[in-house]
């Protein structure tokens, strides 16, 4: 069973940059795709942007294209989300999650079967 942990959360001002870390366990990360999600209280988790099991494509959801990029480093296990001139609407927590199938170019639509725990982000005004 695969196990994903988020870090590089934090409280920023309004404009500000976050980088995200999502470290995996195990020896297949590389053949699956990778995205991450965010939740704020009382709503349903919401995705964010999705990468490609090889990176070579990418996907971002409407509100953060431009200012939002996934990337994977598959010899670390690790996929990123950087995060750039962020806003207060994108305070939440934000989760990775893995692909429940391999080879996967991710999407909105991708079934993610593995998450991890989360990371606050907090964007002030």
């Known amino acids: 069973q695969v196990q994903l942990v988020e870090s590089g959360g934090g409280l920023v001002q309004a404009g500000g940059s976050l980088r995200l870390s999502c470290a995996a366990s195990?020896?297949?990360?590389?053949?699956?795709?990778m995205g991450w999600l965010r939740q704020v209280p009382g709503k349903e988790r919401e995705f964010v942007a999705a990468?490609?099991?090889?990176?070579?494509?990418?996907y971002y959801a409407d509100s953060v294209k431009g200012r939002f990029t996934i990337s994977r480093d598959n010899a670390k296990n690790t996929v990123y989300l950087q995060m750039n001139s962020l806003k207060p609407e994108d305070t939440a927590v934000y989760y990775c999650?893995?692909?429940?199938?391999?080879?996967?170019?991710?999407?909105?639509?991708?079934?993610?079967?593995?998450w991890g725990q989360g990371t606050q982000v907090t964007v002030s005004s």
């Open positions: 999650a893995k692909d429940r199938e391999p080879r996967g170019l991710g999407s909105k639509e991708t079934q993610f079967g593995s």
């Open positions: 195990g020896r297949t990360f590389s053949s699956y795709a």
């Open positions: 990468i490609s099991w090889r990176g070579r494509t990418t």
